[in-house]
């Protein structure tokens, strides 16, 4: 796909872990405002990938450009800071803070004052805070949780922990917002949420790359996808042409 309008070009980066080669040389591109799968069978290398485009995880090699320019290798904080958010796997909350304490975790600190000048100037900040506040209470209400604001995360079900793990990614409106199988421990109940909440955040322009194995889902969903096995990319399209592709459907009986 040379023509589209790319937020993030991902070329050929490799992640081994010990001899494990989780990630074998992988290039992919995710266009902007899409909503991108990421698909392939177990250990395929997918949280891998995402971990290297977060900084969470230093590739080997290889290249991962944001908006052109090289992120390969800075660490999260500073992927963050341009823009780049994740969700993980098993959904992770702060268990001993309320729910609207773990949205505020979401607010970049680098959108505020520094803690030297805020002192000089406390009325700006009690003001910041107070629309970090606002902000996270208008999100609770969007994702159906405004009446748990209070309520210590650790006390929520699996899907309502995703919801504020989605929320707390949120807060700091992402450029590139990385969900690694937001409905991996989600209830029947809830799951039709957190897909409406993602189908969303694409119509609204954000650009979303999606990890799920659920192939019904990622077809409702996603446009393109990208489809990983033993670490490398065996194509990037339209979900019809991976369930068309002989290679895809041998990795996933094989794998
Ligand atoms: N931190 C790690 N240490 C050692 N091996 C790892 C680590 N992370 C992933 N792996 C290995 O790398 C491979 C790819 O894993 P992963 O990226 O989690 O795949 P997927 O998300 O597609 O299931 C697997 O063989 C896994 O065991
Ligand atoms: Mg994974």
């Not at 999606?210 to 990319?233: D, F, M, N, Y």
Request: hydrophobic fraction near 45%; aromatic fraction near 4%.
């Amino acid at each position: 796909m040379p023509d589209v309008d790319a937020l993030l070009v991902v070329e050929e980066v490799a992640k081994s872990f010990g001899g494990v080669h989780a990630v074998d040389g992988a290039s992919f591109r995710v266009p902007r405002g899409s909503l991108t799968g990421m698909i392939g069978p177990n250990g395929a290398g997918k949280s891998t990938v995402l971990s290297m485009i977060a900084g969470a995880v230093a590739p080997d090699r290889g290249s991962i450009r944001l908006d052109g320019q090289e992120i390969a290798g800075l660490p999260s904080p500073k992927t963050a800071r341009r823009g780049v958010i994740r969700t993980f796997q098993n959904a992770s909350v702060f268990p001993h803070m309320t729910v609207l304490e773990n949205l505020l975790l979401g607010v970049p600190p680098w959108s505020g004052e520094t803690v030297a000048a805020a002192l000089f100037r406390r009325h700006r900040w009690h003001r910041e805070e107070a629309q970090q506040v606002s902000q996270a209470r208008n999100l609770l209400e969007r994702l159906g949780i405004s009446g748990m604001a209070d309520t210590f995360a650790g006390q929520l079900s699996g899907g309502q922990k995703r919801l504020v793990e989605i929320g707390r990614a949120m807060m700091s409106r992402p450029k590139l917002l990385l969900l690694d199988e937001p409905m991996a421990g989600v209830s029947r109940t809830l799951a039709p949420v957190i897909e409406a909440l993602i189908a969303d955040l694409r119509n609204e322009g954000m650009t979303v790359v999606l990890i799920e194995h659920e192939l019904a889902l990622v077809e409702r969903l996603c446009s393109p996808v990208v489809v990983l096995a033993q670490g490398r990319v065996l194509m990037q399209g339209e979900m019809q042409e991976a369930r068309a592709n002989p290679e895809v459907r041998k990795a996933y009986l094989v794998g």
